[in-house]
């Protein structure tokens, strides 16, 4: 290492975990430009929410250096690099997927406040402003907590222990690459940047993959280990478009449209690849049957709770029902997946439909086992909009242990959207 | 990385194997300094044995690539900063270890050619010259061997792939530290030069043993890395001295008194640590029958062929029939050693005696099990001398499987020293 180099890097008074605006999910710039046109002013709070109460993350991680990371991201804006990447790079086929008047303002943008308090074990982050601006901290609050989780167990471990620590989840990821190369026809991305171990690992897994799945591995949700490596960034939307939609709602007859007014605004904007399903905010079967036509000529679906089989056969029904060939569509698995569940799927579905799986915590935090206590093992931490102009988001999901919202309005959603009972299934991470 | 560094790592037109005339086990150096005095004129022959002759060692390895390691080694030169430390160091607790006169021919030295032949997929290596000088060979050229294999295994491996053939075998060594640091009272030496996978595998092994089992791990007998990672350079002697001087003797009582003066001469020249028996040569139970009684007094005995358990057994009978506390003793475990057999050992020999355990091939070189074809399984490669002005040498060992030496002269070997039926063992590595 050359003498300025070294300088250069103990300048930081910090080791910072997001250095980049665009270390986050492509998904969430795609939604934020369609907010920043369609809903620019809505003011929404997003809400850290720890699934996994067992780990205390407050005794766990020091105040003092998360605020200095999120002070961090709040001091980020989009580099110039970064910037004519989004403007003349070519995504899902299509030049200049980023409008002009959107690259300008992201150009501009700094992140707003958070607001940051302990209680019982746990920090309760929240952020709240003008919804374009603060959905944005979703991906860096997570990567920011998940690594500092790390850092913090890694602590007080020896240069060759932690050599070694790292060498063990190379082989346990190289171990699922050896067996995910056998499955014939695999399309696989990276989903891994909310619940990565940290944001060095996940570059070297996404780089371990280019090289041991070839073609196989289709491209990584993060823009920024998209851009450096030179591959695809994936994604489309998420499920919090149609919560805050359906909060605004002001009737319950409204209420059930949001959902499709919601992706008639993307059918607008998008095509191709990117038109994709997310049908589950409130119960995939109820969705899909009152789905307009329309809706049946996109491109795919994207199961993401529930059970993944069931929700593959429900789609395929309901294609065939509208006259649609099931085998020209995509169907995109990212729910908690591991190498067994993408086997076992691609057997079934393989021929019927276009498989394709977004990979996640489990390849990109697959520390399980590899420490005492297994205090590595990745747990199950999600930042979502929890409220929008005062009222209350709800998401109910195929799996009702996913389900947020206060209990009033869950069942309030639950009789205008039909759904009954549902199969709790265990959410790992 | 700096430019500089980088263009001078260009400037290689080699990747050299061995790049100090000290990465050599600490024992020949001082082996050489006392052939230096006693013997400077004997003209010996060294030559390399494949044991295992499955692996054809001239198909795998091109011999442009193995002459050009070997004429690198032949310019080398003991550097001063090389030479400063084997003067001014403390080897076993003396200052001035290597005497004044000995230094200055050794920083003269550049070793002798070597002579080099294919055979039925084997190489065919010789060394042939002053003894002190070819059997500074021994060491750099089964390095050179079993490291050119190495590369030659993982010559079409990708990046990522390599990196994890690496993190699979630190994380094979860390498991091993891991059994190894619950042994109470254990003493353990790197022995692992020869037979290495590469000099920077065992310098990370060095490495990560002095982090991992701190105090318990004692040093190592490669001279370089002992110079460089600051730690105990280990060794006594071995078996080239008593062969040489056996087959230099003329009659059959004279090679029966061979072995004890060759010891008589290291009595003189050493003391403490440094006094250790090899008593298997020509078989250790006559060796010790036989042995003079000042031989009972040295610390220590090094175990390196035969069941270990019953070596030692023996020892500690003989001491207790000289009059000697055995568990004042010293018993050096040397022979094909690995974590389950160091459990056995300290277990039986604890508190009877002082035990150690010189770990070699199983350390440096497990890389067993982490190819297709197990390719990078260690192998059994030795460089011996074979011959001493014109007669052949002889080595009997407690395992048959060990011996070597024209059949008529065994046999007359095994006449003179009384050795009868022994137990075959396996010789793994």
Same mark, same amino acid.
């Given at each position: 290492?050359?003498?300025?180099?070294?300088?250069?890097?103990?300048?930081?008074?910090? %080791?910072?975990?997001?250095?980049?605006?665009? %270390?986050?999910?492509?998904?969430?710039? +795609?939604?934020? =430009?369609?907010?920043?046109?369609?809903?620019?002013?809505?003011?929404?709070?997003?809400?850290?929410?720890?699934?996994?109460? !067992?780990?205390?993350?407050?005794?766990?991680?020091?105040?003092?250096?998360?605020?200095?990371?999120?002070?961090?991201?709040?001091?980020? !804006?989009?580099?110039?690099? &970064?910037?004519?990447?989004?403007?003349?790079?070519?995504?899902?086929?299509?030049?200049?997927?980023?409008?002009?008047?959107?690259?300008?303002?992201?150009?501009?943008?700094?992140?707003?406040?958070?607001?940051?308090?302990? #209680?019982?074990? =746990?920090?309760?982050?929240?952020? &709240?402003?003008?919804?374009?601006?603060?959905?944005?901290? &979703?991906?860096?609050?997570?990567?920011?907590?998940?690594?500092?989780?790390?850092?913090?167990?890694?602590?007080?471990?020896?240069?060759?222990?932690?050599?070694?620590?790292?060498?063990?989840?190379?082989?346990?990821?190289? !171990?699922?690459?050896?067996?995910?190369?056998?499955?014939?026809?695999?399309?696989?991305?990276?989903?891994?940047?909310?619940?990565?171990?940290?944001?060095?690992?996940?570059?070297?897994?996404?780089?371990?993959?280019?090289?041991?799945?070839?073609?196989?591995?289709?491209?990584? !949700? $993060?823009?920024?280990?998209?851009?450096?490596?030179?591959?695809?960034?994936?994604?489309? $939307?998420?499920?919090?478009?149609?919560?805050? =939609? @359906?909060?605004?709602?002001?009737?319950?007859? %409204?209420?059930?449209?949001?959902?499709?007014?919601?992706?008639?605004?993307?059918? &607008?904007?998008?095509?191709?690849? +990117? #038109?994709?399903?997310?049908?589950?905010?409130?119960?995939?079967?109820?969705?899909?049957?009152?789905?307009?036509?329309?809706?049946?000529?996109?491109?795919?679906?994207?199961? %993401?709770?529930?059970?993944?089989?069931?929700?593959?056969?429900?789609?395929?029904?309901?294609?065939?029902?509208?006259?649609?060939?099931?085998?020209?569509?995509?169907?995109?698995?990212?729910?908690?997946?591991?190498?067994?569940?993408?086997?076992?799927?691609?057997?079934?579905?393989?021929?019927?439909?276009?498989?394709?799986?977004?990979?996640?915590?489990?390849?990109?935090?697959?520390?399980?086992?590899?420490?005492?206590?297994?205090?590595?093992?990745?747990?199950? +931490?999600?930042?979502?909009?929890?409220?929008?102009?005062?009222?209350?988001?709800?998401?109910?999901?195929?799996?009702?242990?996913? @389900?947020?919202?206060?209990?009033?309005?869950?069942?309030?959603?639950?009789?205008?959207?039909?759904?009954?009972?549902?199969?709790?299934?265990?959410?790992?991470?």
């Amino acid at each position: 290492m050359d003498i300025a180099s070294r300088v250069y890097a103990h300048k930081w008074k910090i %080791d910072p975990i997001v250095r980049s605006l665009i %270390d986050t999910d492509f998904y969430k710039l +795609l939604m934020c =430009q369609s907010i920043f046109r369609n809903s620019p002013d809505a003011n929404v709070t997003f809400s850290l929410i720890n699934r996994t109460r !067992s780990i205390r993350l407050a005794e766990l991680v020091d105040e003092g250096e998360l605020r200095e990371q999120l002070d961090h991201i709040r001091g980020l !804006s989009l580099t110039r690099g &970064e910037s004519t990447y989004l403007r003349g790079n070519t995504f899902y086929g299509k030049r200049q997927m980023f409008r002009p008047d959107f690259m300008e303002w992201f150009e501009a943008l700094r992140l707003p406040p958070y607001h940051l308090e302990k #209680r019982d074990g =746990q920090y309760e982050l929240t952020f &709240e402003g003008k919804w374009p601006e603060v959905m944005l901290w &979703e991906i860096p609050a997570l990567a920011v907590l998940m690594e500092l989780r790390s850092r913090a167990v890694m602590k007080g471990m020896g240069k060759f222990e932690l050599q070694v620590l790292y060498a063990r989840a190379m082989t346990k990821l190289w !171990s699922k690459v050896e067996r995910l190369r056998q499955i014939d026809g695999l399309k696989l991305a990276d989903f891994g940047t909310r619940r990565r171990h940290s944001f060095l690992w996940q570059d070297w897994c996404v780089q371990a993959m280019m090289e041991g799945l070839g073609p196989k591995f289709t491209g990584t !949700s $993060n823009c920024l280990i998209a851009m450096r490596r030179d591959i695809e960034a994936i994604g489309t $939307n998420a499920h919090e478009l149609p919560m805050v =939609q @359906a909060a605004l709602a002001d009737t319950d007859a %409204d209420l059930l449209q949001a959902p499709y007014r919601v992706l008639a605004d993307w059918h &607008e904007e998008h095509e191709g690849n +990117l #038109r994709i399903i997310l049908p589950d905010t409130y119960g995939t079967e109820g969705f899909l049957r009152r789905a307009p036509d329309w809706l049946a000529g996109w491109t795919g679906i994207r199961i %993401d709770s529930g059970d993944p089989a069931r929700g593959a056969e429900t789609a395929i029904a309901w294609w065939k029902a509208r006259g649609e060939d099931p085998t020209r569509k995509l169907v995109i698995f990212s729910d908690g997946l591991d190498v067994e569940k993408m086997e076992e799927l691609q057997a079934q579905f393989s021929g019927r439909v276009r498989v394709s799986f977004g990979w996640g915590t489990l390849m990109t935090n697959d520390f399980r086992g590899l420490v005492p206590g297994d205090a590595l093992a990745p747990f199950s +931490l999600v930042c979502k909009a929890v409220s929008v102009n005062g009222r209350p988001t709800v998401k109910l999901s195929d799996n009702p242990n996913k @389900a947020m919202g206060p209990a009033d309005e869950v069942a309030r959603y639950k009789r205008v959207f039909g759904v009954g009972d549902q199969a709790a299934m265990d959410v790992v991470v």
